[in-house]
């Protein structure tokens, strides 16, 4: 019998071998040219180190004097590269790499077949714990603190941002000024908002600008083929946060770790959320140590990650207004030479985050050494807009008559908000989302105010256009279920036919009732509108002084 398993063993360690020798081999043929990203291949056609461009499959290899380049074909402006060098089509061949990469893949193959037949040896048994103790400390070591050089001048258009994270700077500069005053910090800050508006930059900013550690993880890097892996990284996260502090914890995407929990099993998942919340419950707001999230999909995480004591403070950041993208556009063109009217780009840009800028930006300055200027102007920008707007990412832009009908329907919703006392910061053009403050007690009268909130701008442009539009969707979804629940919820409605019909009679009277005041403030309307289509957003005191000045 032991006969037999040395044997066996044998013949594995000697597969091995053979495996061993075709990895050595296929790392000495491999292919070595270092991938590279557009900006740094833009860096060496402007530099004019470039030599020679071979096409080779999806790649365009480009050759300096001293060393060879890959980078995806389609990731580049081909015309441009083209026209200024030799270009070489590689014919394919089967290359002795190719030959290796089969010799391997078949060897793989035959060592996983040895190796499950033997699934139940002591052998086996050992490898796979092995093989969970490796992952567990890769894991573990590729947690590193990082020193982030951003400041808050190198982000733009965040000033409201900029002043609600101006504590928590001086915080994490000054701990211990807090700590004998016993003031107490969230633990947890969460920023929320779509693609591309810089929250990890943001994040980034705070630590640059405090000058403490930053850990940097996405959320997707916590969760593991192994059950309890996810949530020994968390703890060895904080553990190594709580060393360093003051310092930041910055989980992006955290929507990944922090799903709302419900009929869909997740063993690890759940294993490594509830490891999450166990560490922000274990140390102390004067710990020094600040855990920031960030998610576009706030509706999705975990109701117990906004509890109090953990996510207390959340910052919403939405895409950049005229003001913002003015700035934004500054900065991203303060290093490059161009002619260009701020102004005019940042009017139609409209729906364009600060990453959609940025790659616009690029686009121009791209155009301009395709037309061999070496100044940027206006018009590369209106030349590449379309080409940005219908990548790889969908960018919500606004043509002039929509945003018209966008500006009509959000003052409606700003003007309606003020008469009935529902309070706001900001509305916009393109932010569509209002913060309502929720209370534990609520009467029929706030229920019916918010349902009128709801249904304004839409009774707005109908008004205005004889027409309904697609932007109401929402708010009209939101404002049947407010009448649903004021009729079935709360059992407020008196009625004697049925409840769908209640439901009916209780939306239409707020239709008429809000239809009537529309028409009753239409001065107030047109000054909201000619103040929307200037700024983009306008306040809650903004409102309340137009009102006051007709009425």
């Known amino acids: 019998m032991n006969y037999h398993i040395n044997k066996k063993n044998i013949k594995i360690i000697v597969i091995l071998l053979l495996l061993l020798l075709g990895l050595f081999s296929f790392a000495l043929l491999r292919d070595t040219d ?19 461009i071979i096409l080779d499959g999806d790649y365009l290899r480009l050759q300096t004097k001293t060393k060879t380049y890959k980078i995806y074909k ?81 982000v733009a258009g965040i000033k409201e941002v900029k002043e609600e994270l101006e504590e928590i700077i001086d915080f994490l500069k000054e701990p211990q000024k807090y700590r004998n005053l016993d003031i107490r910090l969230p ?29 940097y993880h996405s959320g997707a ?43 869909t099993q997740n063993d690890e998942r759940e294993a490594t ?6 560490e922000m419950d274990g140390f102390e707001e004067s710990s020094g140590v600040i855990v920031i999230g960030a998610t576009n999909k706030v509706e999705m995480l975990d109701e117990a990650l906004l509890r109090p004591g953990r ?7 939405s895409l950049p207004d005229l003001e913002d993208r003015t700035k934004t556009l500054e900065l991203y063109l303060s290093k490059k030479p161009h002619h260009v009217d701020i102004s005019k780009v940042a009017h139609m840009t409209v729906g364009f985050s600060s990453a959609a800028l940025d790659t616009l930006a690029n686009e121009a300055a791209l155009n301009a050494v395709k037309h061999h200027r070496k100044m940027i102007k206006t018009d590369d920008f209106e030349a590449v807009k379309e080409k940005v707007l219908s990548g790889k990412r969908k960018i919500l832009s606004y043509t002039e008559q929509e945003r ?32 309502i403050q929720e209370h534990e007690i609520i009467s029929r009268s706030q229920l019916i105010n ?19 539009f697609s932007n109401a969707t929402a708010d009209i979804a939101e404002a049947k279920s407010l009448a649903h629940t004021i009729v079935h919820d709360f059992t407020l409605g008196e009625y004697a036919t049925s409840p769908e019909e209640e439901e009916h009679r209780v939306l239409q009277e707020a239709i008429s009732e809000i239809k009537t005041l529309l028409k009753r403030i239409a001065p107030a309307r047109k000054m909201v509108l000619e103040h929307l289509l200037l700024h983009e957003n306008i306040t809650q005191e903004r409102c309340q002084e137009i009102l006051r000045e007709i009425f």
């Open 450 to 468: 918010k349902m009128k909130f709801y249904l304004s701008g839409s009774i707005a442009t109908d008004l205005e256009y004889k027409e309904q």
């Open 221 to 263: 890097n916590f969760v593991h083929i192994y059950v309890g892996m996810g949530a020994k990284r968390v703890s060895k996260l904080f553990n190594q946060a709580k060393l360093m502090a003051p310092s930041i914890i910055f989980i992006d995407e955290i929507d990944a770790v922090g799903k709302s929990r419900g009929n």
């Open 311 to 317: 996510f207390d403070r959340r910052l919403f950041i």
């Open 404 to 435: 018209q009908i966008q500006a009509v329907y959000q003052g409606a919703k700003a003007l309606i908000a003020t008469w009935l006392d529902i309070e706001f910061e900001k509305i916009g053009i393109i932010n569509t989302l209002v913060t």
């Open 187 to 215: 633990k947890g800050l969460l920023l929320i908002g779509p693609p591309g508006v810089g929250k990890t930059l943001i994040a980034k900013a705070v630590a640059g600008e405090a000058g403490v550690p930053f850990f």
């Open 34 to 52: 270092q991938l590279i990203t557009h900006t740094q291949a833009n860096r060496l056609y402007t530099d004019n180190q470039i030599q020679k």
């Open 74 to 154: 389609e990731a580049v402006n081909k015309d441009t590269f083209y026209a200024k060098y030799l270009v070489e089509v590689k014919k394919n061949s089967i290359t002795p790499s190719d030959i290796l990469l089969l010799i391997f893949l078949l060897s793989t193959l035959t060592v996983l077949y040895v190796l499950l037949r033997q699934k139940n040896s002591p052998y086996t048994k050992q490898t796979n714990t092995f093989s969970q103790e490796s992952v567990e400390r890769s894991s573990i070591h590729t947690i590193q603190a990082q020193t982030s050089t951003v400041t808050f001048d190198q």
């Open 273 to 278: 959320l509830n490891q999450l919340l166990t």
